[in-house]
């Protein structure tokens, strides 16, 4: 059966990880919002290595998509290998994956890299191979989506759908 690669953010999960974890830093202390502006301007993988240096998400009460989630462990019942890769921080993606437990592998941004689009597509390739299918939300991930044996589409918009939906199959 054809790996199924998982996305994380506004996939697995209803919300931004990135967003949940910057509210918490600045609810420690409303200043930090000037930080996660000069971490900023070093790059998204810095703020996002920078803001996880500082905070700890409680991965546990994260909004979690259920139908899909239930999707997944089925999909896992039947022997599939599953793989979470996902642009949000690796100390994030490492909670979820053992929180939930059924993933086989995760895949991260870290320092210096910020694991979206063309990124996260090249790791996949490299790491699970060309044959994978892949479940996402944005257009983001329009890339992977025409690499992927099919797509597998999550609250996507309707103008992202279309644009899928001519290009991959679904």
Known sequence: MTPLVVDLDGTLISTDSLVESAILFIKQNPANIFLLFYWLGK?????KAEIALRTVLEVETLPYNEPFLQWLKSEKEKDRHIYLVTAAHKSIAQRV??????FDGFFATDTGINLKGTAKCRLIQKEIGDTFVYAGDSRADIPIWEKAEAAVLVNTSPKVAGRVRGKCSI
């Open 43 to 47: 790059g998204k993988a810095h703020l």
């Open 97 to 102: 994956f053992k929180y939930l437990g059924f």
